[in-house]
């Protein structure tokens, strides 16, 4: 199996800052794909922002700008640096990764959830 461990969520004033970290074990022969995504109440899940093995990244709009999503391909670990918060942002953040198994195929696994509120 593949596991996602998260951490760094929390309650943050607005204008602070978090950084949420997640990491990837398990029959990993490699990971195609790995990012973050984020559910607030009443609302569809949402892509926040990912990033591809090779550099690339993709990020919503709302975000562009004050959160930045990096990777170390060592450690399977991903990295979301989120400045600026602001109310809106309050959400459940949930990792994802779309990871080629060693019984090579691909699959997408998802992580529990961290909670980000932003309130004063």
């Known amino acids: 199996q593949v596991q996602l461990v998260e951490s760094g969520g929390g309650l943050v004033q607005p204008g602070g800052s978090l950084r949420l970290s997640c990491t990837a074990s398990?029959?990993?022969?490699?990971?195609?794909?790995m990012g973050w995504y984020r559910q607030a109440p009443g609302k569809q899940r949402e892509l926040v922002a990912r990033?591809?093995?090779?550099?690339?990244?993709d990020s919503a709009d709302s975000v562009k700008g004050r959160f930045t999503i990096s990777r170390d391909n060592a450690k399977n670990t991903v990295s979301l640096q989120i400045n600026n918060l602001k109310p809106e942002d309050t959400a459940v953040y949930y990792c994802?990764?779309?990871?080629?198994?060693?019984?090579?195929?691909?699959?997408?696994?998802w992580g529990q959830g961290t909670q980000v509120t932003v309130s004063s």
């Open positions: 990033i591809i093995s090779g550099g690339n990244t």
């Open positions: 994802n990764a779309d990871i080629l198994l060693l019984q090579n195929y691909n699959a997408r696994f």
């Open positions: 398990g029959s990993i022969l490699s990971i195609n794909a």
